[in-house]
């Protein structure tokens, strides 16, 4: 049974005069205690998905769905249901450590706001506990003086490690992680990673790391939906895709990818998808990555089957699987 | 013409042309519709309630209200109109000069805008009457004082803005004089937030010329300053309410229309100065 | 957000605040020069003997230059002189201190009334942004806002006095009579906030909005903390900032603004005393209640100033250890 399935979600904005179609067609599903990446470009839409789901976007977003259920609860996109799963099922760690703090209130007032929804009936005194438990837990050394200090007393790790607190303080059944270490330096990332991949192991959570990183994605995720300009291209657990891509555009996005493991090669640099993607109020009729793509051909014009590949996992090309 | 037609589509915008508009065409041509003279005494029929023959009533020398009303819309955009064109003058020249000039006596400008503005603004018109002393003339200078850093700060920052850009620079190399490049790209650049700004600036001298002239040191009666008017209805409260009624609904009719206008001006013209306006 | 420190900061504030206030007394001064003809023959009427001229002038301290004039002023300004009543010799100061709380009663009432009507509705406004409460609101606003404090004083006076007869109409109230103190206080605090309701909801909706858009908002909202919450507590605090200091401008605007309450409701004050002193040219008068306004206008902008750093936690932390960024 999977923890959350959404089918055909589509999100658009109503501009003055104009709108702008976002997300097109979208599928998702999360097994309990699994763990998907979302993986795409800056404008594939991947943060626009947990923005959804979380009943997050601006209001003129609208927002609809063929079908989405939680839990085993079904959804209504539309009338923006899901904001009820909001810090009691599902809780989001943010992309910037240094914004998504309020610098007007200490820590410990933030940490214990955020608990109410799922503990409603809990004293302030439990709650300012069990905060300075999971501060120190996350590895912010000396956490009950930390507690009472406010966000600019903090570096942007730490910061990183209380938004990561908030999230486990809720203990929610899902766990959304939009770009959460790509607004840090790398050695602080790599500190960051090392509180996620601990958090993955110890908690049943599902999650949903929603990255460009190819490598983040390999190292916290078991499967992964590639994203471009709003569609879903590809989806599969993440061994499959990483080592035998079938779409042109996931292939392109992994070229991109510098592998720190390898030795120095001057031309890893340089590898970037040419081209840029499609204004969303003008979305081409056929194949949504035709435009920048280097195996298109005639066919692309019409809108790409979705195919099976041998292992059974979907993607969306004109080209037969190799 | 599109700022117009953006402009009645605002909340408040259609009201704003309305008033603006109405009180133009009423200070324009008050010597045409004004039914009587806005002198003519009659102190047979003093502090009448409104009728078929004085449409507002009379004042306490019986004069026609709605005819001195629309001299006051006269008196209100003249005076305001030349405070405006005043200090706009004076401030944009000393603004500019201040940006251009060397340290000194960019500080020593800067200084006197500082200093005038540490005056809260009606206590400042106050303090000049005190020595000027009331009349129209004296009016309009004094208040033209009180706005002349207003202009003058926003020309000085724009065109310090402007001046280190790199289009000047590159003019200046190319051995272009001061005065041209400023004649050239400085006043195109700060026309507008200046236009905006005396647009935003015409209902505060409205109030404060009104304000003056309600405490007897303004415009002298009899001539028809709304102020004037005011004053008198206060004076005559408890026999009659109608002067102090419409003479107060006159100015709320032009601050109001005039203040909307400004604000629908910014916002059309320049959004950007919703912050610093 | 500032690179100085925060005392370097506030000295330099200080400084320039002294500084305004010095020029402002040469420019007083100075103005009492460019009366036309001879002010002590102005003041005493042309039937004056040149004997008593001579001696007005060397009182108001017109013998002298300017500089000599500004000196002179600020050494007795040290010893509490601010000059003396031109007709009956009473010192400045006194007149000033007596007429002082009455003005200042007046304006923190109606500051108060324009901070507890003004903040509920910009947070009404916030809430539901372009709705038919907002836009409503801002209506109001901006008619508040325009519409000037002496037109409104002159309604009330004649609504609420005249014509309904519920509220006095002259005079500040018997003196140790409270009650009837404040019920005079009433209209004039009316008249004089609605202006600053206005200006108070419209100003906190903007930074409101402004502060509602950011991120760390959407954190609390994706944590299901209630809107009602977060308004009131997490983006009204941030939001409150730029308020702050426009409220200590207001509160210098407010003691000018008095003027035409004092003069409508017939009250004693700072406002009517300096009204008084103008219509009589009794200049040293003027002087002394222009000067303590003006003070009183560049102290509470300071204290905004500082206020403003002591709600910000960044600006408080700067300010007790005292090192900059």
């Known amino acids: 049974m999977t923890l959350l399935t959404i089918e055909n979600l589509n999100v658009s904005y109503r501009g003055s005069g104009r709108s702008a179609h976002i997300l097109d067609g979208v599928d998702i599903e999360i097994g309990h205690g699994q763990s998907v990446g979302l993986a795409g470009e800056s404008g594939s839409g991947k943060s626009t998905v947990a923005f959804a789901l979380l009943g997050l976007l601006a209001d003129n977003a609208e927002v609809s769905a063929a079908y989405a259920a939680f839990d085993g609860r079904t959804q209504d996109f539309a009338a923006r249901e899901t904001a009820s799963l909001r810090g009691a099922d599902i809780a989001m760690i943010f992309q910037d450590p240094m914004t998504a703090l309020n610098p007007m209130f200490t820590i410990g007032t933030q940490l214990v706001d955020i608990q109410r929804r799922r503990f409603q009936k809990a004293s302030r005194k439990a709650l300012w506990a069990r905060a300075e438990a999971v501060l120190a837990d996350v590895g912010v050394q000396d956490a009950a003086a930390r507690m009472h200090r406010y966000p600019h007393e903090f570096s942007g790790g730490m910061r990183q490690r209380v938004v990561i607190a908030m999230a486990l303080l809720v203990e929610p059944k899902l766990l959304i992680a939009d770009e959460p270490t790509t607004a840090l330096d790398a050695t602080i990332e790599a500190q960051v990673v090392d509180v996620l991949h601990r958090l993955r192991q110890r908690t049943s959570a599902s999650m949903l790391v929603v990255s460009h990183s190819m490598g983040l994605i390999a190292e916290l995720c078991d499967s992964v939906v590639v994203m471009y300009a709003g569609t879903v291209v590809e989806s599969g657990k993440v061994a499959d895709v990483l080592h035998r891509p079938r779409h042109p555009y996931t292939r392109a996005l992994l070229a991109c990818e510098i592998d720190p493991f390898a030795a120095f090669d001057p031309s890893q640099d340089l590898a970037t998808i040419p081209g840029n993607v499609p204004d969303p109020s003008r979305r081409p009729k056929g194949c949504i990555f035709a435009g920048r793509c280097p195996a298109r051909h005639d066919r692309c014009s019409e809108k790409p089957p979705q195919r099976h590949a041998g292992d059974g996992r979907p993607y969306a090309c004109w080209l037969e699987a190799a | 013409m599109t700022a117009l037609v953006d402009l009645s589509r605002r909340p408040g915008g259609t009201f704003a042309l309305f008033a603006v508009t109405l009180l133009c065409l009423v200070a324009i041509a008050a010597p045409v519709i004004a039914p009587y003279g806005p002198n003519a005494i009659a102190p047979a029929s003093r502090l009448m309630d409104p009728s078929l023959q004085h449409w507002l009533g009379t004042d306490h020398l019986g004069r026609d209200i709605l005819s001195r009303l629309i001299f006051g819309a006269r008196v209100a955009l003249g005076i305001s109109l030349s405070v405006i064109a005043i200090s706009l003058t004076a401030g944009v020249v000393l603004g500019i000069i201040s940006a251009l000039s060397p340290r000194a006596v960019d500080l020593v400008i800067v200084g006197i805008f500082d200093i005038v503005t540490s005056f809260p603004s009606i206590i400042l018109a106050l303090a000049l009457v005190a020595v000027l002393g009331p009349g129209l003339g004296n009016v309009v200078l004094l208040v033209s004082i009180v706005f002349i850093p207003h202009f003058g700060r926003v020309a000085r920052a724009q065109t310090i803005a402007i001046r280190n850009s790199p289009f000047i620079e590159a003019e200046k190399v190319l051995g272009a ?53 005011l004053n008198d209805g206060y004076t005559y409260l408890d026999q009659s309410p109608w002067l102090a009624t419409f003479s107060g609904l006159s100015l709320i009719l032009a601050t109001l229309g005039f203040a909307l206008l400004g604000e629908a001006l910014r916002d059309t013209l320049d959004p950007k100065l919703r912050k610093t306006l | 957000m500032r690179s100085a420190s925060l005392q370097i900061h506030l000295a330099f504030k200080l400084a320039t605040a002294l500084l ?306």
């Open chain 3, 20 to 325: 305004a206030v010095a020029g402002s007394v040469v420019l007083l001064l100075a103005l009492t020069r460019l009366i036309p003809g001879d002010p002590a023959t102005v003041i005493l009427g042309s039937r004056a003997t040149p004997e008593a001229v001579a001696a007005l002038n060397a009182r108001i301290g017109l013998d002298r230059s300017l500089v000599e004039q500004a000196f002179a002023f600020f050494g007795r300004l040290f010893s509490g002189d601010l000059g003396e009543d031109v007709f009956n010799g009473r010192p400045v100061l006194n007149l000033v201190l007596a007429a002082l709380p009455n003005t200042a009663a007046l304006a923190i009432s109606a500051m108060v009334t324009a901070v507890v009507l003004g903040v509920p509705l910009a947070l009404l406004s916030a809430r539901w942004p372009g709705g038919k409460v907002d836009r409503l609101i801002a209506f109001l606003s901006v008619g508040f806002i325009s519409t000037p404090s002496f037109v409104v004083s002159v309604f009330l006076l004649m609504v609420f006095s005249v014509t309904l007869r519920w509220f006095p109409v002259l005079g500040a109230g018997e003196s140790g009579d409270l009650a009837d103190q404040l019920w005079h206080l009433v209209l004039p605090t009316a008249a004089l906030a609605a202006g600053w309701v206005g200006y108070i909801a419209r100003l906190l909706r903007s930074s409101l909005l402004e502060v509602l858009s950011e991120s760390h908002i959407r954190t609390l909202r994706a944590y299901g903390v209630s809107e009602a919450k977060i308004l009131m507590k997490y983006a009204l605090k941030p939001a409150v900032l730029p308020t702050v200091a426009v409220l200590g401008m207001g509160f210098g605007e407010l003691l000018g603004g008095a003027v035409f309450a004092e003069v409508i409701f017939n009250r004693p004050g700072l406002g009517s005393l300096i009204y008084d002193a103008i219509r009589t040219r009794n200049y040293p008068v003027v002087q002394g209640g222009v000067f303590i306004i003006v003070l009183l206008y560049v102290l509470t902008n300071l204290i905004a100033d500082l206020s403003q750093s002591l709600i910000d936690p960044r600006e408080r932390a700067r300010l007790v250890s005292g090192r900059g960024q």
């Open chain 2, 177 to 229: 004089q001061t005065w041209r490049v400023i004649l050239h790209h400085v006043m195109p650049n700060i026309i507008g937030p200046i236009f905006v700004l005396a647009c935003m600036d015409i209902p505060v001298v409205i109030t404060i010329e009104a304000g003056l002239s309600f405490l007897g040191l303004g415009v002298r009666p009899p001539l028809a300053s709304w102020g004037n008017l």
